[in-house]
């Protein structure tokens, strides 16, 4: 098993910026591509940026050149948000996925950012 614990969240005034954390923990070898996804209210969830094992990322068009997203040898992943604006409003989960494909992945507790006017 893996644990995620996330920390960062809070709210700011649109502009401004955050920093996401999210600690692995347990089983941490059982892991392979880290993200996070967010889930603004009446909405899916989605996917807002991703980085492999060896440093590839991906991103959401709507955070491409405000949000970046990092990871150090201890499977930490980390969001940088900068430019914030009231639409990334929404709780903000951390995601890993089990490196054996097909078999799921685990989530964390999920952290609220909230980015006023």
């Known amino acids: 098993q893996v644990q995620l614990v996330e920390s960062g969240g809070g709210l700011v005034q649109a502009g401004g910026s955050l920093r996401l954390s999210c600690a692995a923990s347990g089983m941490t070898f059982t892991i392979n591509v880290m993200g996070w996804y967010r889930q603004a209210p009446g909405k899916q969830r989605e996917l807002v940026a991703s980085?492999?094992?060896?440093?590839?990322t991906n991103y959401a068009d709507s955070v491409k050149g405000r949000f970046t997203v990092s990871r150090d040898i201890r499977n930490t992943v980390y969001l940088q948000m900068n430019n914030l604006k009231p639409e990334d409003t929404a709780v903000y989960y951390c995601?890993?996925?089990?490196?054996?494909?097909?078999?799921?992945?685990?989530w964390g507790q999920g952290t609220q950012v909230t980015v006023s006017l």
């Open positions: 995601n890993a996925e089990k490196l054996v494909r097909g078999t799921g992945s685990y």
């Open positions: 980085i492999s094992p060896g440093g590839t």
